[in-house]
């Protein structure tokens, strides 16, 4: 059981080094991982017998002695991961590769938000993606804002839908893989870790400032989920004064009440700088028209929100003390206001005068809803690559 473990922990090892490194010889993973030259091929003989690595003869490596060292890199062909996002206003589902790069995206709008209907949407658009592209799944990961128990994959509440005790896994129907469940913020926290702006940091905070508001921490790539599921509870944080607003938990001063989108537009709407039924985009473009009246008052509604952000970073700064802090959610409509967030976090945060290199903006790019759901599958085939594989 030992050997069988240690064996696996090298795959893992390796497997990762590839991913991370691009394409590599055979004799720098043996340099990078530590084993010897001869353990390093034979697992990569494994893995590209199992078609999740290729060599790339075009880049071979010449050398004046001995045999050009042939790299191999993430096969991205056959294999697949499937990722459902299901938020307040669509459903996103698609497929990526091993690399964690999006081949295929479908979005559908809700026609209505219970869980039955949301959820028998999801399966409809990832039987419709997963038959178009036709690559082998792998596994699943699925995901949505609010409490989410990744162990039993139950929504335990989810206030913006309205939701309770919805098991998620319904979400990829017939697909006969493994499939894996957590919060919408801590499985986008892995992806940033993995793949995105956070990716090479061993401590990593991530701040999710949207519909829903939340946090999630990593430490060498592990995120905390605490006793209760309930790590990165912040959006009941207080960080300013009491507002018009109230959270589910009935605050007005809270990060939620004066931060997430769904307050930002509420106010925006009460106000009349947007139609009753505007959303957060409409703020931004408003606060954008320097010919409108209004505009100035949108503006400094997003400038409020980035400061109330900032103060929730100085926290979170504090707490953790980490390598970098990732930002996400509607904040970034308006990256223009992310000076005013740093600002706002240094002035909270006790030992940081400049926070603009720390705090910085995703970097999963335009679909980081589908990369952020399947990470939480693409994670555990990176941890033990031999597992999907057996279930195959």
Not at 155 to 181: N, T
Not at 187 to 201: C, K, Q, T
Not at 298 to 309: F, G, H, K, V
Not at 346 to 370: F, I, K, M, Q
Request: net charge positive; charged share 20%; glycine share 10%.
């Amino acid at each position: 059981m030992q050997l069988g473990s240690i064996r696996r922990s090298n795959v893992a090892a390796i497997a990762q080094v590839i991913l991370n490194r691009g394409h590599i010889s055979r004799a720098e993973i043996a340099s990078v991982v530590g084993l010897s030259p001869g353990a390093v091929t034979k697992i990569t003989a494994e893995l590209l017998k199992a078609g999740f690595i290729a060599e790339s003869e075009t880049r071979a490596i010449n050398h004046d002695l001995g045999r050009p060292r042939v790299p191999v890199g993430v096969d991205r062909r056959v294999y697949r991961f499937a990722g459902v996002h299901l938020g307040l206003r669509r459903s996103t589902v698609g497929l990526t590769d091993l690399a964690g790069d999006v081949v295929a995206q479908r979005v559908a709008e809700h026609r209505r938000r219970d869980s039955e209907s949301v959820l028998q949407e999801a399966r409809m658009l990832l039987a419709e993606v997963v038959a178009a592209d036709g690559g082998n799944v792998l596994g699943a990961g699925v995901c949505t804002g609010g409490w989410v128990d990744p162990a039993t994959g139950v929504v335990r509440e989810q206030p913006v839908l309205g939701w309770s005790d919805v098991q998620l896994r319904a979400a990829v129907g017939d697909l006969d893989v493994p499939v894996f469940v957590d919060s919408s913020v801590r499985a986008l926290a892995l992806a940033e870790a993995r793949f995105g702006a956070g990716r090479g940091a061993a401590n990593v905070v991530y701040a999710f400032v949207g519909n829903i508001v939340g946090a999630a921490h990593l430490v060498d790539g592990r995120i905390a989920v605490g006793r209760d599921a309930a790590a990165g509870t912040i959006e009941h944080l207080t960080v300013g004064p009491r507002s018009g607003t109230r959270c589910n938990r009935g605050h007005t001063d809270c990060l939620w009440a004066l931060g997430s989108d769904v307050a930002v537009v509420q106010k925006a709407r009460t106000e009349g700088l947007i139609p009753p039924r505007g959303q957060l985009e409409q703020v931004v473009a408003c606060s954008l028209r320097t010919s409108d009246p209004t505009a100035r008052r949108a503006e400094m509604l997003l400038r409020e929100r980035a400061r109330y952000a900032g103060v929730a970073v100085g926290v979170l700064l504090d707490i953790f003390d980490p390598d970098v802090v990732v930002l996400a959610g509607g904040l970034l409509e308006a990256p223009n206001l992310l000076p005013a967030l740093h600002k706002a976090a240094a002035e909270r945060a006790t030992r940081h005068s400049d926070v603009s290199d720390l705090v910085v903006p995703t970097g999963l790019g335009p679909y980081g809803l589908v990369r952020g759901a399947a990470s939480l599958a693409l994670d555990y085939f990176y941890r033990d690559p031999l597992a999907l594989l057996g279930h195959r």
